[in-house]
Nanobody, 125 residues
């Protein structure tokens, strides 16, 4: 399984950014894919998840209405469209693959078996 995230960067508050995650190997058959983020000294935090087959989306309250998770039709790339970014969105963002998770566990990092290397998003005020 290979997950490779990219597309982070330094932006100003109110700007947009769209990290992506290249998906290959067993992750192509995942039940769900997710985005998590982590700030140094804090636990990894759920951001959004998508059912890999049906496309249904799930969001943390802190990003609902601003972020959109999606995938391409070939199921080879996962995206996170981030609009109206805020300084508190600054973190390292990770994509992850859940092969067997049920919906109720999509927001739990423990439900994901495979993780990509993170991509840093920095939002200045």
């Amino acid at each position: 399984v290979q997950l490779q995230a990219s597309g982070g960067g330094l932006v100003q508050a109110g700007d947009s950014l769209r990290p992506s995650c290249a998906v290959s190997g067993r992750a192509s058959s995942s039940r769900a894919m997710g985005w998590f983020r982590q700030v140094p000294g804090r636990e990894r935090e759920f951001v959004a998840a998508i059912k890999w087959s049906g496309g249904h989306q799930y969001y943390a309250d802190s990003v609902k209405g601003r972020f959109t998770i999606s995938r391409d039709n070939a199921k080879t790339t996962l995206y996170l469209q981030m609009n109206n970014l805020k300084p508190e969105d600054t973190a390292v963002y990770y994509c992850a693959s859940a092969l067997y998770a049920i919906v109720s566990s999509f927001s739990s990092s423990g439900a994901y078996e495979y993780w990509g290397r993170g991509t840093l998003v920095t939002v200045s005020s």
